[in-house]
């Protein structure tokens, strides 16, 4: 094998290797030259040619194998062009031909059928033989084959699609012609190609009835978490999609009421949307869906209600007025604390060594965006002279532990020991395994310290740590204690501090002094929050979900034995691992022997918070080896376990647990790329509340990666605000909404800095033009989706992002009906009355009147060639009569303005007004 086109410090390794190979020894690498050495290569299936082979969804194998394939031969291109690989070497792996071919001899498919109950009747007999379809994410020419392709095997084919008239017609255009119908009550022909308009959660076919049922979630892919792409308002965590009738939210300049709904009025102008606000007594207050941003979700620092707010008082603005004062106060607090860290002296980290690229190769999945930014911001850090103190905010399994990781190893090999505090020894035995496994390669040293380590390793710790032999240390809260002394600690690392006692925080505090410190945290951090402490608290967010990480298919269903039974068989079979919790002591084992009687070959362990700390942690640890398939145990899993091979729970009496415990319950499993399934049952005669079904009905719904952010507003988020704001300004937050003291907040931090804030909506600008111009319910499909949007749609401020808006609406929602394209119209009016200054374009008694800013005139060859003579210029600005005899205005309105834009563009005033449609109309 030639060997002279790698790069010099591979040769030397393939060398080695080689002679190695030679003289027969074994080293670590060896598996990798199998290929190349052995004459007849086998895959598994060729050991049992005559076995009964089963493939569980044949469909997925293919597509992964075809992948894998691709992906390999990519990296294979990148190694050999690099140096890293010689030419000649042969592939490791099996053609995807080769596999695709031995699938296609398996006797037997199987797939995921079964869906829970609804009704307090049995599981019904499930029907063999459904089969997933294919994903096609958008690649409609493979749609439009496989689509041929079932047809001339007379199979019957259903589509349903929210975008059925736009996706009849863009099969047409691929040469599939299918009928458009509103229903089906009789069975469809063979050959039949049918296209509803309508939602179904996936797809599936059945060879034996020779029918093929195909959705969006097949079309386009699952559904994701869309990220608002302009504007800076917050309102994409805090507010809208989840709103209901009867929830309480907050005008920043009326003050709390309570929502009613979205209503369609007619005005003097046409058809529009408005959000319905009751205040107190009989005030009512109708709000234009384009100052959406004007409102937020009420969330308070407690469970009471608010008090409504009445109209046109000065309570309000008092209220306002005293939480402004109370902002400006907590602001000058942090700057002292801001400008004391950056006066104080600490070590500065060297850049990472070529070591640190080792080390983080190794990682042996993909980064995500989100993740290397809060890697690059630690970093940063660490090799400033000031002390570090960052908090790592994300949802579970999003990849913290990977940040504290790289961290540890750049302290750690700088000469510099680290301490892990974690809140519970089961998560200190976990931390412990993975940095032992990641940096076994690497001359460092490391120990797990708590109260139930045996007396002599605690000792020989203590010893190791303050000789400095000991590199890293992971324990509980007993690493602060006073016999704990360090050689030279240069970096914390805490999971979970808020989960720390008060005497353990204030140790805490004491060990800051000039030493980094990583905090990281399940705990949503809210944007405003975020907003208004950045450049104070360090923190970086992690919202990007880790790659192929799948969504919790989450079920809610009266309990019944098949359903537990089918699920933990259906984990166990796949080799996985299964929590199932109950949450009362007395009757925990009572519950052991009912699964022990219903799974007699399963082995079940039972742990709960009255068993003495030995035998939980042993339980606990016993679970994470994999000595038993089952986890019996009341809520304390729902903090600390990380076990990526158990991916289904059930929670029985769901109903019990408040919204936070079940997300973050939900959060135990998913961990790894296998589907994962959250079951929360309860019991038949269980008569729920109204407030438990709506728990239940949100945690059904809220089933989205990074859902945590929106999910539990006052159990989540405010526990997050309560840890960085204090227990001080409750009452504050109480009075105004969380959402508007942060806001007010950062605006003190900028001033107090001498940055330049900008003025929230000072000066507005009015468009309001005859045109009927809304979302219509029956186009945007769902009530969360047309709320998004109107969200999207008010924070637009520049022409691009308009076009941007529109394109997208109509490609995910089909051709734009009337109102939405009117819609667009004034959208795109405003954004060029936005970038001219324009305080206003309206109509009066059939006239259209362009206020112009003072002082300002537009050149009339300009007017003439877009509008003709009809238009005036006056001492305020322009008018237009009659200019509704003319079909074409709105487009000759849009002509003038860009003429304008173009040839006329006036100097940009400091501080420019911000489009938010027509005033306010109050009905008293």
Known sequence: MDLEELRAEDKGVWKRHHEQLHNSEHFDDAAFYSMSLLADTAALFDYAPTSLLVIDEVDHVAATARDTEKSAQTNRERLVSGGQLP?????????????????????????????????????????????????????????????????????????????????????????????????????????????????????????????????????????????????????????????????????????????????????????????????????????????????????????????????????????????????????????????????????????????????????????????????????????????????????????????????????????????????????????????????RDFPLKIAQLSRFRKRSEQEATICGLASGDINIVIGTHRVLQKDVVFEDLGLIVIDEEQRFGVQQKEQLKALRHNVDVVTLTATPIPRTLHMALSGLREISVIESPPERRLAVKTYVSIYHDEIVSNAIRNEIDRGGQVYFLHNRIQTINTWAERLKALLPSVNILVGHGQMSSNELEDVMYRFARGDAQVLLSTAIIENGLDIPNVNTIIINDAWRFGLAQLYQLRGRVGRSEAQAYAYFLYQKDQKLTEEAEKRLQTILEASELGAGFRIAMRDLEIRGAGNLLGADQHGHVTTIGFDLYTRMLRVAVQELQGTHVEAEESSPVVVDLPLDAYLPDEYMGSYGAKVREYQRLASLRTISSVEEAIADIRDRFGELPEPVANMATILRVKVRAIELGIPSITTYDRELLIKLPPGRRVNSALIAKAVGRQMRQGQHGLSWKGFEGSPEWPKQLLTLLDSVLRWDRPRRPEEQPVATGSGDIPRQ
């Not at 439009?144 to 199979?155: I, R, S, Y």
């Not at 009849?168 to 599939?176: A, F, S, T």
């Not at 060297?350 to 290397?372: A, R, V």
């Open 87 to 439: 030419p000649a070497f042969p592939s490791p792996l099996f053609s995807s031909t080769h596999i695709l071919s031995l699938l296609e001899k398996s006797q037997l498919h199987l797939t995921y059928a079964p869906k829970l109950p609804t009704t307090a009747e049995l599981p019904r007999s499930i029907v063999s033989g459904f089969e997933a379809q294919k994903p096609y994410g958008g690649r409609l020419q493979h749609m439009a084959d496989d689509l041929l392709k079932l047809q001339n095997e007379n199979n019957r084919i259903v589509i349903v699609s929210h975008q059925g008239e736009r996706l009849q017609r863009l099969l047409e255009e691929q040469g599939v012609t299918s009928t458009l119908t509103k229903e089906i009550v009789e069975t469809p022909d063979p050959k039949s190609i049918s296209v509803l308009k309508g939602n179904l959660a996936e797809g599936w076919r059945h060879p034996h009835s020779k029918i093929a049922l195909i959705t969006d979630s097949e079309l386009f892919g699952r559904k994701t978490l869309r990220r608002l792409r302009t504007g800076s308002s917050s309102t994409d965590r805090t507010f809208l999609a989840d709103l209901e009738t009867g929830d309480y939210v907050v005008h920043v300049e009326h003050g709390i009421g309570k929502f009613q709904g979205i209503v369609q009025m007619s005005e003097s102008s046409g058809q529009r949307e408005y959000l319905a606000l009751e205040y107190m007594g009989t005030d009512r207050l109708y709000i234009p869906v384009d100052q959406i941003g004007r409102i937020q979700k009420y969330v308070g620092m407690s469970d009471r209600e608010p008090k409504l707010n009445r109209l046109g008082t000065a309570d309000w603005t008092k209220a306002k007025q005293k939480a402004q004062r109370s902002a400006e106060e907590i602001a000058a607090g942090l700057l002292e604390i801001y400008a004391a860290r950056e006066t104080s002296t600490g070590h500065a980290f060297e850049e990472d060594s070529p070591w640190q690229g080792e080390f983080e190769d190794k990682f042996p999945f993909i980064e995500t965006p989100d993740q290397l930014r809060a890697i690059t911001d630690v970093k940063g850090d660490m090799e400033r002279a000031r002390p570090m103190d960052r908090l790592i905010a994300g949802d579970v399994g999003y990849g913290k532990t990977e940040v504290a990781l790289r961290a540890t190893f750049k302290a750690a090999m700088s000469g510099k020991q680290v301490a892990i505090l974690v809140p519970t020894t089961v998560l200190a035995q976990q931390h412990y395994d993975t940095f032992v496994s990641r940096m």
